[in-house]
């Protein structure tokens, strides 16, 4: 998959291999995800189950932990993937949070392709919604 120049399979290859250090003993779901920062920086993440379940960590936060860990800025592409590498939807919290750092031109490849997060999650509440 190619968007111009951007190498859509070179990230979702970074997204696999997060996906190998998911921690998921109860879903045996692993997931990773991989972005890319407006600096070009590669951040990734993987989910983090818990015993309570309902505090479980998805892999976007993760990443976005990352993002902020290693300098901020921008996320401009990002990909997720389940443990057999295949390209799965985010849920509900993880699009919000992928809007919160990315915006409405932020680049998602989604299960039906690639996306900016305005047709992801349309009409977002955002940072500009607060002022």
Not at 29 to 56: H, K, Q
């Amino acid at each position: 998959m190619t968007d111009g120049d951007f190498d859509w399979e070179g990230l979702r290859e970074k997204a696999i291999e997060a996906a190998t250090h998911a921690y998921a003993p109860y879903s045996h779901f692993p997931v990773g995800v991989a972005g890319i920062v407006d600096d070009g920086r590669l951040v990734t993440g993987c989910n983090v189950e818990n015993a309570s379940y309902g505090v479980g960590l998805c892999a976007e936060c993760g990443m976005v932990s990352q993002l902020h860990l290693t300098g901020g800025g921008r996320l401009t592409h990002a990909v997720c993937v389940n443990g057999a590498g295949e390209v799965i939807m985010p849920c509900g919290r993880c699009r919000q949070l992928l809007w919160e750092n990315g915006g409405a031109s932020m680049l998602l490849w989604t299960v039906s392709g690639v996306k900016p997060m305005s047709e992801v999650l349309p009409d977002a509440f955002g940072p500009d919604d607060l002022a």
